[in-house]
């Protein structure tokens, strides 16, 4: 099992798709890691010889990416800025909303979780 910034890239995939299991590192960086350190991206990732496997984290450190932990403290820290200002994105973070202006009358489920019931409440009658 070949492990490039920390992560276990997938024995089966291509290496092109399995970089992509590392955070930050999306379809056209992967693409562009493996024509820089000329390996083929249809080679699998059970048969990447270690020397490959170097040059990809060389290209990394080369283009100085920041990925993985690096990365999820990065945006961490920015959302917690955010917050801690006051800002209106920091209060659409903190109530869990969508923070770019999408709608939330409908849709927005993914931010806002599983529908809740709404329980109509029982009418009184007036003699």
């Known amino acids: 099992m070949t492990r490039i910034a920390g992560v276990n890239i997938p024995a089966t ?13 999306g379809p056209t960086l992967a693409r562009l890691l493996c024509e820089k350190a000329n390996v083929n991206g249809a080679t ?35 959302i917690k800025r955010l917050v ?3 800002s209106y994105r920091g209060g659409r973070h903190k109530k869990g909303l969508p923070v770019r202006g999408q709608r939330t009358r409908t849709n927005a489920r993914t931010r806002k979780g599983r529908a809740k019931k709404v329980i109509k409440a029982k009418e009184t009658t007036k003699d």
Request: glycine share 10%; aromatic share 2%; net charge positive.
């Open 84 to 86: 801690d200002t006051g």
């Open 44 to 78: 699998k990732g059970k048969d990447l010889t270690e020397a490959q496997a170097e040059a990809i984290r060389q290209m990394i450190a080369q283009l100085k990416l920041v990925v993985e932990g690096d990365l999820r403290r990065e945006t961490t820290m920015n």
């Open 13 to 25: 995939k291509h290496i092109v798709v399995g970089l992509r299991a590392i955070y930050g590192v």
